[in-house]
Protein backbone atom coordinates (compact mmCIF):
# COMPACT_ATOMS: atom_id res chain seq x y z
CA UNK A 1 0.00 0.00 0.00
CA UNK A 2 1.09 3.48 -0.99
CA UNK A 3 2.75 5.42 2.12
CA UNK A 4 0.67 9.41 2.65
CA UNK A 5 2.93 11.66 0.88
CA UNK A 6 1.48 15.16 2.32
CA UNK A 7 1.21 18.15 0.20
CA UNK A 8 1.27 21.62 0.87
CA UNK A 9 -2.33 23.10 1.17
CA UNK A 10 -4.03 20.11 1.33
CA UNK A 11 -5.09 21.06 5.47
CA UNK A 12 -6.30 24.26 6.67
CA UNK A 13 -5.02 25.46 9.47
CA UNK A 14 -7.74 24.25 12.18
CA UNK A 15 -10.60 27.04 12.73
CA UNK A 16 -13.01 25.72 15.36
CA UNK A 17 -15.57 28.42 15.06
CA UNK A 18 -16.34 26.54 11.19
CA UNK A 19 -16.36 23.48 9.33
CA UNK A 20 -13.63 23.95 6.55
CA UNK A 21 -13.82 23.60 3.03
CA UNK A 22 -11.80 21.53 0.93
CA UNK A 23 -12.28 21.36 -2.91
CA UNK A 24 -12.53 17.80 -4.35
CA UNK A 25 -10.61 16.28 -7.86
CA UNK A 26 -13.19 15.39 -10.52
CA UNK A 27 -10.93 13.07 -11.81
CA UNK A 28 -8.83 11.20 -8.62
CA UNK A 29 -10.99 12.24 -5.38
CA UNK A 30 -7.90 14.06 -4.30
CA UNK A 31 -8.67 16.61 -1.92
CA UNK A 32 -6.92 20.27 -0.85
CA UNK A 33 -7.98 23.10 1.35
CA UNK A 34 -5.80 24.97 -1.55
CA UNK A 35 -8.42 27.84 -2.94
CA UNK A 36 -6.11 27.87 -6.30
CA UNK A 37 -7.44 24.46 -7.10
CA UNK A 38 -11.23 25.19 -6.38
CA UNK A 39 -10.39 28.54 -9.32
CA UNK A 40 -8.65 25.96 -11.36
CA UNK A 41 -5.75 27.79 -11.21
CA UNK A 42 -3.25 25.04 -10.86
CA UNK A 43 -3.69 21.33 -11.76
CA UNK A 44 -4.52 18.39 -9.30
CA UNK A 45 -0.98 17.72 -7.71
CA UNK A 46 -1.83 13.97 -7.86
CA UNK A 47 -3.42 13.07 -11.52
CA UNK A 48 -2.85 16.90 -13.20
CA UNK A 49 -6.78 17.40 -13.42
CA UNK A 50 -8.18 20.89 -13.68
CA UNK A 51 -10.56 21.61 -10.84
CA UNK A 52 -13.72 22.55 -11.38
CA UNK A 53 -14.51 24.04 -7.94
CA UNK A 54 -17.87 22.41 -7.62
CA UNK A 55 -17.27 19.41 -5.77
CA UNK A 56 -16.54 20.36 -2.43
CA UNK A 57 -16.11 18.53 1.26
CA UNK A 58 -17.85 18.14 3.59
CA UNK A 59 -21.12 18.45 1.65
CA UNK A 60 -24.10 21.02 2.30
CA UNK A 61 -25.82 18.34 4.91
CA UNK A 62 -22.45 18.04 7.20
CA UNK A 63 -22.12 21.83 6.99
CA UNK A 64 -25.42 22.39 8.25
CA UNK A 65 -24.99 19.98 11.08
CA UNK A 66 -21.70 21.32 11.87
CA UNK A 67 -23.25 24.95 12.44
CA UNK A 68 -25.90 23.08 14.94
CA UNK A 69 -23.47 21.13 16.81
CA UNK A 70 -21.30 24.44 17.38
CA UNK A 71 -24.01 26.00 18.29
CA UNK A 72 -25.57 23.74 21.09
CA UNK A 73 -21.37 23.95 22.25
CA UNK A 74 -21.56 27.65 22.79
CA UNK A 75 -25.06 26.96 24.65
CA UNK A 76 -23.58 24.68 27.13
CA UNK A 77 -25.61 21.40 25.54
CA UNK A 78 -22.85 18.66 26.24
CA UNK A 79 -24.88 15.90 26.18
CA UNK A 80 -26.44 16.96 22.15
CA UNK A 81 -23.42 17.79 21.37
CA UNK A 82 -21.63 14.46 21.90
CA UNK A 83 -24.84 12.40 20.81
CA UNK A 84 -24.93 14.80 17.57
CA UNK A 85 -20.89 14.47 16.90
CA UNK A 86 -20.77 10.51 17.73
CA UNK A 87 -23.28 10.27 14.52
CA UNK A 88 -21.19 12.88 12.21
CA UNK A 89 -18.19 10.52 13.17
CA UNK A 90 -20.08 7.27 12.14
CA UNK A 91 -21.35 9.19 9.29
CA UNK A 92 -17.78 10.48 8.00
CA UNK A 93 -16.47 7.00 8.71
CA UNK A 94 -18.70 5.29 6.85
CA UNK A 95 -18.04 7.75 3.91
CA UNK A 96 -14.56 6.90 3.59
CA UNK A 97 -15.36 3.29 3.45
CA UNK A 98 -17.57 4.11 0.86
CA UNK A 99 -15.07 6.39 -1.11
CA UNK A 100 -12.38 3.39 -0.54
CA UNK A 101 -14.90 0.80 -2.22
CA UNK A 102 -15.45 3.36 -5.15
CA UNK A 103 -11.87 3.69 -5.90
CA UNK A 104 -11.82 0.04 -6.06
CA UNK A 105 -14.63 -0.03 -8.73
CA UNK A 106 -17.40 -1.08 -6.66
CA UNK A 107 -20.68 -0.03 -7.93
CA UNK A 108 -23.58 1.26 -6.47
CA UNK A 109 -25.04 -2.40 -5.91
CA UNK A 110 -21.55 -3.41 -4.73
CA UNK A 111 -21.04 -1.06 -2.22
CA UNK A 112 -24.76 -1.30 -0.81
CA UNK A 113 -24.30 -5.33 -0.74
CA UNK A 114 -20.79 -5.30 1.34
CA UNK A 115 -21.64 -1.80 3.47
CA UNK A 116 -25.31 -3.45 3.98
CA UNK A 117 -23.24 -7.01 5.39
CA UNK A 118 -21.31 -5.50 8.07
CA UNK A 119 -24.03 -2.54 9.63
CA UNK A 120 -22.51 -1.35 12.40
CA UNK A 121 -19.74 1.06 12.69
CA UNK A 122 -17.53 -0.87 14.92
CA UNK A 123 -17.20 -4.03 12.51
CA UNK A 124 -16.79 -1.90 9.23
CA UNK A 125 -13.53 0.49 10.42
CA UNK A 126 -12.67 -3.23 12.19
CA UNK A 127 -13.19 -5.68 9.73
CA UNK A 128 -13.85 -3.74 6.17
CA UNK A 129 -11.32 -1.20 6.29
CA UNK A 130 -8.39 -3.65 6.89
CA UNK A 131 -8.93 -5.83 4.03
CA UNK A 132 -10.04 -2.74 1.89
CA UNK A 133 -6.59 -0.98 2.83
CA UNK A 134 -3.78 -3.32 3.79
CA UNK A 135 -3.86 -1.67 7.46
CA UNK A 136 -5.96 -1.52 10.42
CA UNK A 137 -7.23 1.54 11.27
CA UNK A 138 -5.25 2.49 14.03
CA UNK A 139 -2.22 2.05 12.21
CA UNK A 140 -3.35 4.49 9.63
CA UNK A 141 -4.47 6.95 11.52
CA UNK A 142 -1.00 6.77 13.77
CA UNK A 143 0.71 7.19 10.59
CA UNK A 144 -1.15 10.14 9.86
CA UNK A 145 -0.43 12.07 12.74
CA UNK A 146 -3.70 10.68 14.48
CA UNK A 147 -2.58 8.14 16.90
CA UNK A 148 -5.18 8.95 19.81
CA UNK A 149 -8.06 9.28 17.41
CA UNK A 150 -9.69 5.75 17.63
CA UNK A 151 -9.20 5.16 21.15
CA UNK A 152 -10.90 9.12 21.99
CA UNK A 153 -13.85 8.08 19.06
CA UNK A 154 -14.51 4.41 20.86
CA UNK A 155 -14.73 6.09 24.43
CA UNK A 156 -16.89 9.00 23.14
CA UNK A 157 -19.16 6.64 21.48
CA UNK A 158 -19.23 4.52 24.88
CA UNK A 159 -20.07 7.23 27.09
CA UNK A 160 -22.71 8.09 24.13
CA UNK A 161 -24.16 4.43 24.45
CA UNK A 162 -24.43 4.38 28.23
CA UNK A 163 -25.87 7.40 28.48
CA UNK A 164 -28.61 6.28 25.84
CA UNK A 165 -29.21 2.95 27.11
CA UNK A 166 -29.55 1.32 29.84
CA UNK A 167 -27.59 -1.56 30.16
CA UNK A 168 -28.26 -4.73 32.40
CA UNK A 169 -25.05 -4.89 34.01
CA UNK A 170 -24.14 -1.49 35.36
CA UNK A 171 -26.36 1.92 36.07
CA UNK A 172 -27.46 4.02 34.02
CA UNK A 173 -25.23 7.09 32.72
CA UNK A 174 -27.06 9.77 34.02
CA UNK A 175 -25.23 12.69 32.31
CA UNK A 176 -22.47 13.59 29.78
CA UNK A 177 -20.22 16.34 30.92
CA UNK A 178 -18.58 19.54 29.52
CA UNK A 179 -15.64 17.54 29.41
CA UNK A 180 -17.33 14.93 27.21
CA UNK A 181 -18.13 18.01 24.97
CA UNK A 182 -14.99 19.51 24.32
CA UNK A 183 -13.60 16.01 23.46
CA UNK A 184 -16.08 15.61 21.22
CA UNK A 185 -15.89 19.42 19.64
CA UNK A 186 -12.04 18.43 19.24
CA UNK A 187 -12.57 14.83 17.56
CA UNK A 188 -15.09 16.31 15.56
CA UNK A 189 -12.39 19.34 14.10
CA UNK A 190 -9.35 16.00 13.65
CA UNK A 191 -12.25 14.05 11.86
CA UNK A 192 -12.20 16.45 8.87
CA UNK A 193 -8.65 16.24 8.28
CA UNK A 194 -8.23 12.59 9.01
CA UNK A 195 -10.88 12.09 6.26
CA UNK A 196 -9.24 13.86 4.20
CA UNK A 197 -5.52 12.67 4.84
CA UNK A 198 -7.04 8.80 4.71
CA UNK A 199 -8.83 9.67 1.23
CA UNK A 200 -5.70 11.44 -0.44
CA UNK A 201 -3.87 7.77 0.80
CA UNK A 202 -6.43 5.39 -0.13
CA UNK A 203 -8.89 7.40 -2.86
CA UNK A 204 -7.03 9.25 -5.11
CA UNK A 205 -4.32 7.82 -7.42
CA UNK A 206 -2.46 9.25 -10.55
CA UNK A 207 -4.25 6.94 -13.51
CA UNK A 208 -7.67 6.46 -12.11
CA UNK A 209 -9.41 4.03 -14.20
CA UNK A 210 -12.43 5.59 -13.98
CA UNK A 211 -12.62 9.85 -13.38
CA UNK A 212 -14.42 10.15 -9.76
CA UNK A 213 -17.66 12.10 -10.60
CA UNK A 214 -18.59 9.31 -12.71
CA UNK A 215 -17.83 6.02 -10.44
CA UNK A 216 -20.53 4.61 -9.39
Known amino acids: MKKSRQIKHTLHKRDSETAPLYFECPKCGFLTADERFGADQILCPVCSAHGDGRRTFPPERLRRLDTRIRKYQRDGEHEIVVILVETFLESILEDIIDRILTARGADVTVREVVLDGQRAIGARIGRLFPHLTGEVFEDAASELG ?71
Open 146 to 216: YRDFPRRWRDLRSARNAFIHDSPFRGPQESLTARDGITAMELLDQAYELFVLLNNRFVAHEKPDVPFCERG
